[in-house]
């Protein structure tokens, strides 16, 4: 069931690649008893600029099995170019839903609304995936710039696990230093 969503990190990650060309690594604090890595930059990406960081951490029920993941990707941007931050957000979720539409699944979105990540002014939306009329999972998007560099932290999960994982998704957006 929660498939979909792994499949989406690249397609995510490939746009967001697209915004630029060195960013520093942001500091994050992963919770507790969640999975981390830190991953290379996506070889399928037409162009990936040298300093773009990704790095994702898995949340596993007891039988080992991903029920929730967040992803932080980190790119350069170029300086002086500008970069219509709404408009990229809008290309990630309409990214997602024709994924999850491929998938089988159908899904509603919010509109994308101002938030904040790490302290810095971002925009945000958040969408609910269903099956046979059943919600089975959600995927928030949040989008930042800052200091020449392009943010997007992408977290989904299982509906019920994503409802549960408030609090330590609030710590990580919290933790975050950009």
Known sequence: MFR??????????????????SAAEP???????WLIESLPGDA?????????TRQRATKND??????????????PVEAGH????????????????????????QSACTKIHPSM?????????TCTITQNGSHVLSQTLVAALSEGSAYVLSYAGQA???AESQDEIQSVRNSLKL
């Open 62 to 75: 007891p039988s080992g099995n991903a029920v929730m993941v967040m992803e932080l990707t980190a790119t």
């Open 4 to 21: 979909p969503f792994l499949s989406l990190v690249v397609p995510l990650f490939v746009i967001a690649a697209s915004l630029g060309a």
């Open 160 to 162: 019920q696990v994503f």
């Open 44 to 52: 399928s990406a037409p162009v990936t600029p040298p300093g773009t």
């Open 82 to 105: 500008q970069v219509n931050l709404q408009g990229v957000l809008l290309e990630m979720r309409k990214s997602i839903q024709k994924d999850f539409f491929q998938g089988g699944y």
């Open 27 to 33: 500091q994050v604090t992963w919770p507790q008893g």
């Open 117 to 125: 990540l790490g302290g810095v002014n971002a925009l945000e939306t």
